[in-house]
């Protein structure tokens, strides 16, 4: 792997990938699986309790600079900033909206579910 930091600055065309976090290793950030309550690296071995596992972001973009094309992947805590939160704490707040949706509606909830997704 290149660990040379290279910049570059290019107009973004296009997001690749639609899910872009994923529950990560915290001993080598490989994408963990998540099987009932625990997780399981299938990179290194490493295990632990589903409810612990951390979040990456991974970010996979069409990008333009020049002329030229370029498909790229950003990773990692350099998209806090971007995003204004961690990959962790995004994937809490998607989880818990997506637990309001799941609700099931009723004529006197209605009302009130609509409201909450507006908020989404
Ligand atoms: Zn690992």
């Known amino acids: 792997m290149n660990r040379r930091r290279k910049f570059l600055l290019a107009s973004v065309l296009a997001l690749q990938n639609s899910s872009f976090i994923y529950p990560s290793c915290q001993k080598c950030f490989s994408r963990i699986i998540l099987v009932s309550k625990r997780s399981n ?30 498909g790229i992947t950003v990773f990692g805590s350099c998209l806090d900033a971007f995003f204004g939160l961690t990959a962790t704490d995004l994937h809490r707040i998607l989880k818990t909206s997506m637990e309001k949706i799941q609700v099931p509606v009723t004529s006197q909830t209605s009302a009130q579910t609509t409201r909450e997704l507006k908020h989404l």
């Open 41 to 70: 690296c299938p990179k290194c071995g490493s295990t632990g309790e589903a409810e612990n596992a951390i979040y990456r972001y991974k970010l996979s973009l069409k990008v333009a600079e020049s002329n030229k094309l370029f």
